[in-house]
């Protein structure tokens, strides 16, 4: 069942009919409109027409499996995915981070858990004003269109890349650890979520924005501790 509503549209994309059931009746029940789906093919013709705000993708899929979708969806646009994945793949889940995904879920999952990151990365995700310009010689972030420029180029980055560098860029040279990042960034914990996920992040926002990333001059890696940015 599809409801409009005014929290968002969420796709899912998942082949077993009992998680399609139990997310699409959680998110139901917090305000959202859902469209369920059970492969990737159905997955990349859906986003064309309901143009979700946001998708939650299975990596085992038939058809076209997730993380084929994913990469095919980056090259598209930006439009928030996280991912469902088996626990023990976490190599998927590094790689699903790697492509763009802006989060992921472990199955078995917690619905309430999911429907948290799902609110989590659409309010962080959303075009609202967001505070100063920020401006560092060649790069600069702009809160407000949640738009960075290096070189008076464009970059693009997810929704996740982006609020993980403007919350770092915004308290210069003071250092976060990776639980710090998890709760200030994604509003999550290590108890729901790999801190591993932070250092993915940090090297692709590095592969984005640093002239030379494996000499990162802005994002710069305190050993033993985590990361700060240097302006």
């Given amino acids: 069942m599809n409801r409009t509503t005014s929290e968002g549209r969420v796709l899912v994309v998942d082949d077993e009919p009992m998680v399609r059931e139990v997310v699409t009746r959680y998110l139901e029940h917090d305000g959202f409109s859902v469209i369920a789906v059970e492969n990737g093919r159905d997955a990349l013709v859906a986003v064309k027409k309901a143009a979700p705000d946001l998708i939650i993708l299975d990596i085992m899929l038939p058809e076209i499996d997730g993380l084929d979708v994913l990469t095919r969806l980056r090259r598209s646009g930006d439009v928030p995915i996280i991912l469902l994945t088996a626990r023990t793949s976490e190599a998927d889940r590094v790689l699903g981070l790697e492509l763009g995904a802006d989060d992921y879920v ?10 948290a990151r799902v609110r989590s990365v659409l309010r962080r995700s959303a075009r609202e004003p967001g505070g100063r310009r920020l401006e560092f010689g060649e790069l600069q972030i702009d809160p407000t269109t949640r738009e960075v420029m290096v070189d008076g180029a464009p970059v693009e980055l997810t929704a996740r890349e982006f609020d993980l560098l403007a919350f770092l860029a915004g308290s210069p040279r003071q250092v976060f650890s990776r639980a710090q990042l998890l709760s200030q960034v994604w509003e ?5 979520q790999d801190p591993a996920t932070v250092t993915v992040h940090v090297r692709r926002v590095r592969q984005k924005i640093e002239r030379d990333p494996d000499d990162p001059q802005r994002l710069v890696t305190v050993r033993g501790v985590g990361y700060r940015f240097e302006p």
């Fill in 106 to 115: 472990v199955k078995p999952f917690s619905p309430r858990e999911l429907t």
């Fill in 188 to 192: 999550s914990s290590a108890e729901w």
